[in-house]
T-cell receptor, first 111, second 113 residues
Framework: DAKTTQPNSMESNEEEPVHLPCNHS???????IHWYRQLPSQGPEYVIH?????VNNRMASLAIAEDRKSSTLILHRATLRDAAVYYC????WGYGQNFVFGPGTRLSVLP | DSGVTQTPKHLITATGQRVTLRCSPR?????VYWYQQSLDQGLQFLIQ???????AKGNILERFSAQQFPDLHSELNLSSLELGDSALYFC????????????FGSGTRLTVV
């Protein structure tokens, strides 16, 4: 499985934008970039995913580098509810691989 | 509510015992996945079923087994329990054999004493 590298932890102030980085230098051409997050005492939940182009949804934006070796999850206005562990995961769509979760980034949001 | 239902939410049992965790997938989802999350190991993939058949195995111990029934609900059986089996056990479901995003349940917290 292609690996991802994320910072262990990050802090943000409430109502400010947050940029969560993910490095994936060994990404293959058919790997999708997925982001999940896990709120305290809950199961992981889907945030966003993309292949090559930047993606936006109601929760976040995903900015993918042109060479696809890194990506950034952008939360436009952090709220206290966004405090969670964020996981960046690569998965090859074609082979039906299962999601392999790394340690993720623990995001703290300060009021 | 994610649509994936796991029962029970909490379970406390003694070493050496056997327990069964249950998962009902989101309506329409054919695939069920089991994950274990302990403090020192993070989220570990255990096993996947698709429409009643085992499709992929991860780091699942021989003391653990699972199955998916015709109504698509799944059970994870843990036997000869050890203290180290204490963890959160999550079930997830998806529509396809392996593609698509996962929807996770809220987990079963197992404590072995």
């Amino acid at each position: 499985d292609a690996k991802t590298t994320q910072p262990n932890s990050m802090e943000s102030n409430e109502e400010e934008p947050v940029h969560l980085p993910c490095n994936h230098s060994t990404i293959s051409g058919t790997d999708y970039i997925h982001w999940y997050r896990q709120l305290p005492s809950q199961g992981p939940e889907y945030v966003i995913h993309g292949l090559t182009s930047n993606v936006n949804n109601r929760m976040a934006s995903l900015a993918i580098a042109e060479d696809r070796k890194s990506s950034t999850l952008i939360l436009h206005r952090a709220t206290l509810r966004d405090a969670a562990v964020y996981y960046c995961i690569l998965r090859d769509w074609g082979y039906g691989q299962n999601f392999v979760f790394g340690p993720g980034t623990r995001l703290s949001v300060l009021p | 509510d994610s649509g994936v239902t796991q029962t029970p939410k909490h379970l406390i049992t003694a070493t050496g015992q056997r327990v069964t965790l249950r998962c009902s997938p989101r309506s329409g989802d054919l695939s069920v996945y089991w994950y274990q999350q302990s403090l020192d190991q993070g989220l570990q993939f255990l096993i996947q079923y698709y429409n009643g058949e085992e499709r992929a195995k991860g780091n699942i111990l021989e003391r653990f087994s699972a199955q998916q029934f015709p109504d698509l609900h799944s059970e994870l059986n843990l036997s000869s329990l050890e203290l180290g089996d204490s963890a959160l056990y999550f079930c997830a479901s998806s529509t396809q054999k392996g593609g698509g995003g996962y929807t996770f349940g809220s987990g079963t917290r197992l404590t072995v004493v």
